[in-house]
Structures are given as structure tokens and as C-alpha cells.
């Protein structure tokens, strides 16, 4: 079984300049979430979403970062302009059953450096 | 912030038993007790959760006190590849992960 995909694995930019990360889940699994982990962290939600619809986005910086889910499968992590302090590794999981009440399955990340 | 405790570092001798605490006093009721690993450069990967009674699989063993202040992770037999950053959780199923700074355990040959 093919586990959660994400692209690229590594990233490296300049500030103020956009980066996006893409996430393929586990097939079928309808609740998707990336987080963000920072060095000798854990990492931290950004945002979950049930099928096409973001349920909780509170940690998610809304004045840069926007996160799209189209059609309920893919998503894709944006950050425009980046930040130094952005500079962390992005995890996408996945999981089935509402309300993330089962066990998430985690993608290696993007690590990004903001330069 | 994270409800659970941790001690940030152990040391294992491989093929013995090792046992990473959590104490999570304030858990409520309705809360379960998640354990998640995190090996270098993955994702965290779940290893089993339970809410008052004990739990096996075929990673490990979750030891819940009966009072469920606090609990242990039990890897039999560990090995070189158990090597990671253990993660105590407690929440409500519906919830969301707050992962902590976890238990960094290191197996030795």
C-alpha cells in the first residue's frame, strides 16, 4: 500500500520569495492535514481538512499561508511571501473517519530553508 | 500545550526491554493515552493508544495505570531501528495530535 506522497522533499528559497508543497494522501482516506515542525519539535497543526472543507485552520498564519484541497484528494501548501522563521519541515498525514478519530499516517515532509 | 510529561532522553542496550514513561495527571475521561515515533528524517509514524486498559500489537505494549495519571510504552525487544523520538499523547478521539518535545531514545549495540 502506498503511503502519503509529498513533493518536494527538500526546498530551498530566498525570503519573500512563494513556495508551494503537495501532498497526495493514502487512497480513501478522506481527512487531511499538514502541519509544521520546527527543529527539536513536535510538530504543530496547520490545518485539517474533511474531504474538500478546511475544519480547522486556526494555527494556519492566514496573512501568507493558504492551503487548498481540490476535489478532496491532493493538497497543496502555500506560503507567499516566505519568512526566515519559516524555515521548518512540513508534514502532511492523512487518516479515515470523520473527525480524525483514527490513527494518522504521516508523509517524510518538506524541509524548507528560507534563505 | 502538551498534557503529557516526558523525560527528553533514554538509553536502551539492544534486544532488552525498553520502557518510556508518560505521566498525563490531568487527563479526563474521555481522553486516550496515543504513542507515536518519529525516526530520523520520516514522518511520525503510530505506534498504539488505549484509554484504561492495557493494550499489545505487534510494535509494543501500553501499560496504563489505574488511576490513568500515567503510562508506559514498552518495546520488547528493541532494536538499532527503534531508535527515535517517542511521542506521548492524550486526547479525545475527535481531537487533534498536540505532540510535545517527546522521548528521544537511543538504542546502543
Known amino acids: 500500500e502506498a503511503g502519503v506522497v509529498q513533493s518536494p522533499r527538500y526546498k530551498i528559497i530566498e525570503k519573500k520569495q512563494p513556495v508551494a508543497f503537495w501532498c497526495n494522501p493514502i487512497?480513501?482516506?478522506?481527512?487531511l492535514y499538514w502541519y509544521r515542525q520546527n527543529l527539536g519539535q513536535g510538530p504543530e497543526l496547520l490545518i485539517r481538512y474533511e474531504n474538500e472543507e478546511a475544519v480547522d485552520d486556526s494555527q494556519l498564519p492566514k496573512d501568507r499561508f493558504s492551503a487548498e484541497r481540490l476535489k478532496g484528494v491532493d493538497s497543496t501548501l502555500k506560503i507567499q511571501p516566505a519568512e526566515l522563521g519559516d524555515s521548518a519541515v512540513y508534514l502532511c498525514?492523512?487518516?479515515?473517519?470523520?473527525?480524525?478519530?483514527?490513527?494518522?499516517?504521516f508523509g517524510p515532509g518538506t524541509r524548507l530553508t528560507v534563505l | 500545550d502538551a498534557k503529557t510529561t516526558q523525560p527528553p532522553s533514554m538509553d536502551c542496550a539492544e534486544g532488552r526491554a525498553a520502557n518510556l514513561p508518560c505521566n498525563h495527571s490531568t487527563i479526563s475521561g474521555n481522553e486516550y493515552v496515543y504513542w507515536y515515533r518519529q525516526i530520523h528524517s520520516q514522518g511520525p509514524q503510530y505506534i498504539i493508544h488505549g484509554l484504561k486498559n492495557n493494550e499489545t500489537n505487534e510494535m509494543a505494549s501500553l501499560i496504563i495505570t489505574e488511576d490513568r495519571k500515567s503510562s508506559t510504552l514498552i518495546l520488547p525487544h528493541a532494536t538499532l531501528r527503534d531508535t527515535a523520538v517517542y511521542y506521548c499523547?492524550?486526547?479525545?478521539?475527535?481531537?487533534?495530535?498536540?505532540f510535545g518535545t517527546g522521548t528521544r531514545l537511543q538504542v546502543f549495540p
Open positions: 499523547i492524550v486526547r479525545v478521539r475527535t481531537d487533534k495530535l498536540i
Open positions: 487512497s480513501g482516506h478522506n481527512t
Open positions: 498525514a492523512s487518516s479515515t473517519g470523520l473527525a480524525g478519530r483514527n490513527e494518522q499516517f
